[in-house]
């Protein structure tokens, strides 16, 4: 069992913090947010993630984890200090280090004896490096060993991604440092979880290579997904089709309106500006994002198409406003992209998702929401789905109609039946499948 701390109490830092307290270690989880740490020492959890609750609650109860703002203290009392702070994009597009190594100044004046130093958080290669100066100016090396330890835990199966991963990446500069490390997560041998032995560079680059291919997937099956829509071809058999090629794999064939999310939008430019950097730019990531970027803007032509050009004054129902089903994250998602440019042609938007209502109310508190789909779509022109929540696939689509002014539906995520579509009488369009406009 070892004394951990954790800077940064978000998606990330608290499924961490949850996780490694139920693996049996002592926890504290910090964070600058005072009001996020009152939450969570009141059994309130701040963000929506499946399985998260009771998690905390337990080892809240056991007394494993602790909540606190007292970064200082939390830091001197710990081994090994976890940085899972954020590291959005900046407007240059690269990542913001900035919280990163605000976290590295507080470890570095609280080095009152030997730690590990872990970086969570996706950080461009040589990130690391700069670490270990901001705390080497202040302390000697024999007081800390550096290790890169990025995470792979998808939003809405969280705490599952974090208890069960496909592989541990640990990167390090000593022996001594990569098997403390193990120790942590010692519960997971028993999964005989593959773990990854390599230098703090290379997990820098793993994480980053990692995000970046899967965000090429998509942007390879939504550009697959386009060119179906014109030579008649279906999306959903060819990804399927393709999948069981093993040397492709069926994951992340999903066509839809462009990824998004707090990774994969920021991760991809930070890579290829990494890459632009070192003069070698990445092609492959480039057109990633440039395809991504196109997406959202075709979604809206498609919306168009289906109102016949006449998207001013129409009453636009948007299903689904998080950017992926069981989270209530909406950084980067299809509908922060979508909705301004619906608003900026003159359509009125009436809104609903099951969880992210509050996260979006925040950047969009002008637009109209409601708290059934039955009341978003009520009396609207066009319906558009934008997230694949299980509500939604099961939504009934006799009812949908008889509520709509007209049915016009916009299916991103090919979550409906065509045919049930047709035989209703709907006019509808859905990406890389067969339309009826
Ligand atoms: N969200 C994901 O699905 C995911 C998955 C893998 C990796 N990551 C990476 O993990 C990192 C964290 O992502 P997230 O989504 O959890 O971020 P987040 O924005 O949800 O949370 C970051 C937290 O850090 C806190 N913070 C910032 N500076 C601090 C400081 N100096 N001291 C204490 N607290 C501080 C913030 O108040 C916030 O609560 C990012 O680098 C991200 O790219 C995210």
């Given at each position: 069992m070892e004394k951990i701390c954790i800077i940064g109490v978000g998606y990330v830092g608290l499924v961490s913090g949850a996780g490694l307290s139920e693996f049996g270690n002592e926890v504290t989880c910090v964070d600058l947010d005072q009001e996020k740490i009152k939450q969570l020492n009141n059994y309130?959890?701040?963000?929506?993630?499946?399985?998260?609750?009771?998690?905390?609650?337990?080892?809240?109860?056991?007394?494993?984890?602790?909540?606190?703002?007292?970064?200082?203290?939390?830091?001197?009392?710990?081994?090994?200090?976890?940085i899972a702070v954020g590291t959005p994009q900046k407007k240059n597009g690269e990542a913001d280090l900035s919280y990163v190594y605000a976290a590295a100044n507080s470890i570095a004046d609280n080095l009152n004896n030997y730690k590990i130093i872990c970086t969570k958080s996706t950080v461009p290669v040589g990130t690391g490096y700069e670490i270990e100066k901001i705390i080497l100016s202040k302390n000697d090396n024999k007081l800390f060993d550096y290790?890169?330890?990025?995470?792979?835990?998808?939003?809405?199966?969280?705490?599952n991604?974090?208890?069960?991963?496909?592989?541990?990446?640990?990167?390090?500069?000593?022996?001594?440092?990569?098997?403390?490390?193990?120790?942590?997560?010692?519960?997971?041998?028993?999964?005989?979880?593959?773990?990854?032995?390599?230098?703090?560079?290379?997990?820098?680059?793993?994480?980053?290579?990692?995000?970046?291919?899967?965000?090429?997937?998509?942007?390879?099956?939504?550009?697959?997904?386009?060119?179906?829509?014109?030579?008649g071809a279906d999306v959903h058999q060819v990804a399927k089709a393709m999948?069981?090629?093993?040397?492709?794999?069926?994951?992340?064939?999903?066509?839809g309106p462009g990824f998004g999310g707090s990774c994969f939008p920021k991760d991809t430019v930070a890579l290829s500006l990494l890459g632009t950097k070192n003069k070698l730019p990445l092609k492959t990531v480039e057109a990633a994002i440039e395809v991504n970027n196109n997406q959202s803007i075709r979604m809206v032509e498609k919306i168009n198409n289906?109102?016949?050009?006449?998207?001013?004054?129409k009453k636009i129902s948007i299903l689904g406003l998080a950017f992926k089903p069981k989270t209530d994250d909406v950084r980067e998602a299809a509908s922060r992209k979508i909705i301004p440019q619906l608003i900026k042609l003159g359509a009125t938007i009436h809104?609903?998702?099951?969880?992210?209502?509050?996260?979006?109310?925040?950047?969009?508190?002008?637009?109209?929401?409601?708290?059934?789909?039955?009341?978003?779509?009520?009396?609207?022109?066009?319906?558009?789905?934008?997230?694949?929540?299980?509500?939604?696939?099961?939504?009934?689509?006799?009812?949908?109609?008889?509520?709509m002014s007209?049915?016009?539906?916009?299916d991103t995520k090919n979550i409906l039946s065509v045919s049930n579509l047709e035989k209703l009488g709907f006019k509808y369009d859905n990406v890389g499948r067969k339309v009826s406009i």
């Open positions: 309130e959890i701040p963000i929506y993630e499946p399985g998260l609750k009771s998690l905390v609650k337990t080892n809240f109860n056991n007394k494993k984890l602790h909540f606190t703002n007292d970064i200082n203290k939390a830091i001197r009392n710990s081994k090994i200090i976890f290790v890169s330890n990025p995470e792979f835990l998808r939003e809405g199966s969280a705490v991604d974090f208890m069960i991963p496909d592989r541990l990446v640990i990167g390090s500069r000593s022996n001594k440092a990569f098997n403390l490390m193990k120790n942590v997560y010692r519960p997971l041998f028993i999964n005989e979880t593959p773990i990854v032995n390599s230098s703090v560079e290379t997990a820098e680059m793993i994480k980053y290579a990692s995000n970046a291919f899967l965000a090429l997937k998509i942007s390879y099956i939504n550009e697959i997904a386009n060119l179906c829509e014109i030579v999948g069981q090629d093993g040397r492709i794999s069926p994951k992340f064939l999903h066509p289906l109102l016949d050009n006449k998207v001013s004054n809104a609903y998702d099951p969880v992210a209502m509050n996260n979006f109310k925040y950047h969009f508190p002008d637009i109209n929401y409601f708290d059934n789909w039955e009341d978003a779509v009520t009396e609207t022109d066009a319906c558009v789905i934008l997230t694949e929540w299980n509500e939604l696939r099961g939504i009934d689509l006799r009812k949908l109609k008889s509520l007209k049915p016009v539906i916009l």
